[in-house]
């Protein structure tokens, strides 16, 4: 599988562009890909998995048709292992912004990052919306994000060295409070209260490297910034009492959780309800020929979001999408236990 952030200005010609590399995403492209049908997959997490890899990777899932138990992040490495056949590309860490047809009936759409994408079919599995970091209500903040303050981690060298303050009392908050403490020249974990709501073992283990002296434990709420040139110098705490404290910090690490914003997906013309996509039950298909809704985003009458509801939608969205990808290709319905054409395709004969 090609797995890439694009370069800027790459232009990315296939069948089928989906919209989310969540489950149903993932799965849509077994769906299409046993018809012969290529695709690109887009998000802008820097993972697939949606929701599952996202939210709630360690937590089990009871009720995937097969596994009695399986973990999120379980679930997308066999997702994964399952569409490898049909090397769908991969274009992670990127918003998709723009939706348009061209004069030819097919579809462009661009990405943040500077790709566009020229398909046949769109399909839209964008399940709640893009994750966005929730930015905490401190005053000038934007002016230090990405330089000093960051949502997420992505190498842990960038914070070797450095005046580290993390922000919030969950699970992301505490790992990474143990995973910086022993590259920081300090840490110092900040929460509203001396109550946290992550893994209790974590909780244990941060409390004994604040005990040795390793990591400061400070309750209260960051209520402003000082620093210039993007660059952070100090953190203003104020306690409960509200009296005032200024930490020196240069790098500031705020988990306050991730909201999904349904995003650009509002503005490319196609019906919506209540920030959901409608479709027909036969097709999956949107309001707009050649779009497709599949999982979480799409509405209908007694929809369920589930991942199994969102793998039968994948399925028939396959059987309606080829007909606009290959108008002339005679499908005949087969199985895969019993048909050696899709074996071949799956490599196992
Ligand atoms: C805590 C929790 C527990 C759950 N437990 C279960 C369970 O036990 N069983 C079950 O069946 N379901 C469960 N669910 C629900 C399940 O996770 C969802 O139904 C499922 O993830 C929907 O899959 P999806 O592929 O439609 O969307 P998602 O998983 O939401 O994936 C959508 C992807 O689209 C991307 N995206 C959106 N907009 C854009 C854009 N403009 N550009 C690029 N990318 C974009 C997002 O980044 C995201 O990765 C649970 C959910 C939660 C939160």
Known sequence: MNDQTSPATTVVETDVIIVGAGPVGLFAVFELGLLDIKCALVDILDKPGGQCAELYPEKPIYDIPGYPIITGEGLVEKLMEQIAPFHPTLHLGQMVESLAREPDG????????????????????????????????????????????HYAVRRMEDFRGHDVLIVGGGDSALDWTLNLQPLAKSLTLLHRRDDFRAAPDSVKKMRELVEAGKVKLALGQVSGLKGAAGQVSHAIVKDKDGAEVHHPVTRILPFFGLTMKLGPVANWGINLDENLIPVDTATFESSEKGIFAIGDINTYPGKLKLILCGFHEAALMAQAAVHVVAPDKKVVFQYTTSSSSLQKKLGVI
Request: glycine share 16%; net charge neutral; no cysteine.
């Open 106 to 149: 097919h579809f462009r759409m661009t990405t943040d990052a500077g790709t566009t994408f020229l398909g046949k079919v769109v399909v839209i599995a964008a399940g709640g919306g893009s994750f966005q970091p929730k930015r905490p209500p401190v005053p000038g903040i934007e002016e230090y994000e990405g330089t000093s303050v």
